[in-house]
Nanobody, 114 residues
Framework: QVQLVESGGGLVQPGGSLRLSCASS????????MGWYRQAPGKERELVAS???????NYADSVKGRFTISRDNAKNTVYLQMNSLKPEDTAVYYC????????WGQGTQVTVSS
């Protein structure tokens, strides 16, 4: 049974930082490309960043230079370090394999506001 548990979200002022974590189980984490996705109110879910099994990364243009995705295969965990946060980064953030599979976790809310 696949489980994805996101954590680390919260309320932060513009310019601030947060580090999200996603612990996963139920599949072979180390061989899968992982992604962080987000969904803002009234918008479709979008891919923010991805990391391959070998550690190659890709980012959406909107977060390039501000967000960093990483992974710890020993802990079956993927991280998203978010710096220089903007109000438009406000969303629920999810992790999943990339391309995403059917099961999604509960996500973690990130709110950027003064």
């Amino acid at each position: 049974q696949v489980q994805l548990v996101e954590s680390g979200g919260g309320l932060v002022q513009p310019g601030g930082s947060l580090r999200l974590s996603c612990a996963s189980s139920g599949y072979i984490f180390s061989i899968n490309t992982m992604g962080w996705y987000r969904q803002a109110p009234g918008k479709e879910r979008e891919l923010v960043a991805s990391i391959t099994s070998g550690g190659s990364t890709n980012y959406a243009d909107s977060v390039k230079g501000r967000f960093t995705i990483s992974r710890d295969n020993a802990k079956n965990t993927v991280y998203l370090q978010m710096n220089s946060l903007k109000p438009e980064d406000t969303a629920v953030y999810y992790c999943n394999r990339h391309p995403p599979r059917r099961y999604w976790g509960q996500g973690t809310q990130v709110t950027v506001s003064s």
